[in-house]
C-alpha cells in the first residue's frame, strides 16, 4: 500500500501539470504510453515474438493514434477505418508470407490490440485539446467510481460481482461506485460547469462509471486468461499502462463512438 501510495503521489506531481498544460507535451506523453500499452498486450500473447509483432504493428500504430481524423499520403487521404482495414490486409497477407507461422489467430489478436489501444489514445487526445474540463471530467469520474467501489465494497461488499474474473469485486462496490460517481460530477458541474444540463451529466458520469467498470473486468479477464498478475512494471505497486489506465481505455472508446466531444 505504500508503494502504491508514493507512486500515486509522485505520479500526480509529474503528469497533472502536463495534462494541465496539454498541446505538445501531453500528446507526446500520450503516445509512449500507448506504445507501453501495446507492448504490455503483445508480451501477454506471445512473450517470445514481442520484437517482431510489435514491428508489424507500429506503423499502423501510430496512422491511429496520430492527433488528426485524416492522414494525407501523397493524393490519398487515408481515415481511422482505412488505415485499421489496411492493416487487417496487410496482418492477412503475413499468414501466406510465412507460410502460416503467422496464424490467422495471430493476426485478429494484433489487429485487435491496435485498434484497442490505438483509438482509445487517439480519443485521449481529442478530448484533451478539446478543452480540459472534458478530460478532468472523466478522470475525476473514475476515480471517483474506483474509491467509492474501495470503500463501499469494504463496508458493504458481501456479495461477489463477478467471482471467476475478479474475485475482490463486489456488487455493493460497483454500487458504490455509481453513487460517487453521480456525487463527484454533480459538484463537478457546480464548480465547472458544461453547457450540458446536470442531468445530462448525471447521465454521462453513470455511463463512465459503468463503462470503467466494465473495463476494469475487460483486463482482469485478459490476465486471467494469460494467467498473470500485472500487465507491465511502469508504475510500482499498480502494474503496467493496462493495469493503470484499464478503465480509461474502454470509456474513451465509448466515449468516441458517442461522440462526447
Do not use: C
Amino acid at each position: 500500500m505504500k508503494t502504491r501510495i508514493i507512486t500515486a503521489i509522485i505520479g500526480l506531481i509529474i503528469v497533472l501539470p502536463i495534462i494541465i498544460y496539454g498541446k505538445i507535451p501531453f500528446i507526446f506523453v500520450t503516445f509512449i504510453l500507448a506504445l507501453v500499452g501495446l507492448f504490455e498486450l503483445i508480451r501477454m500473447y506471445k512473450p517470445d515474438e514481442i520484437l517482431s509483432y510489435f514491428i508489424f504493428s507500429i506503423v499502423f500504430f501510430i496512422g491511429l493514434i496520430y492527433p488528426s481524423e485524416l492522414i494525407q499520403i501523397a493524393n490519398i487521404s487515408l481515415s481511422k477505418s482505412d488505415i485499421l482495414l489496411l492493416f487487417g490486409i496487410f496482418l492477412l497477407s503475413l499468414t501466406v508470407f510465412t507460410k502460416n507461422k503467422f496464424t490467422f489467430n495471430d493476426a485478429g489478436f494484433l489487429l485487435l490490440a491496435t485498434m484497442y489501444v490505438g483509438l482509445s489514445f487517439n480519443y485521449l487526445i481529442d478530448i484533451r485539446l478539446s478543452g480540459l474540463n472534458y478530460l478532468l471530467f472523466i478522470l475525476f469520474i473514475i476515480w471517483s467510481t474506483d474509491s467509492g467501489a474501495y470503500f463501499f465494497g469494504k463496508a458493504f461488499g458481501k456479495k461477489k460481482l463477478w467471482p471467476e474474473i475478479s474475485p475482490n469485486k463486489t456488487v455493493g462496490g460497483a454500487l458504490g461506485g455509481l453513487i460517487a460517481a453521480v456525487i463527484v460530477s454533480i459538484i463537478f458541474q457546480l464548480v465547472y460547469p458544461f453547457e450540458f444540463s446536470m442531468l445530462t451529466i448525471i447521465l454521462y458520469a453513470l455511463l463512465i462509471s459503468v463503462v470503467g467498470q466494465v473495463g476494469d473486468l475487460v483486463a482482469s479477464a485478459l490476465k486471467r486468461h494469460y494467467d498473470i498478475k500485472d500487465a507491465g512494471k511502469l508504475f510500482p505497486g499498480h502494474g503496467g499502462v493496462l493495469d493503470r489506465l484499464d478503465s480509461l481505455i474502454f470509456v474513451l472508446l465509448v466515449l468516441s463512438i458517442i461522440q462526447f466531444v
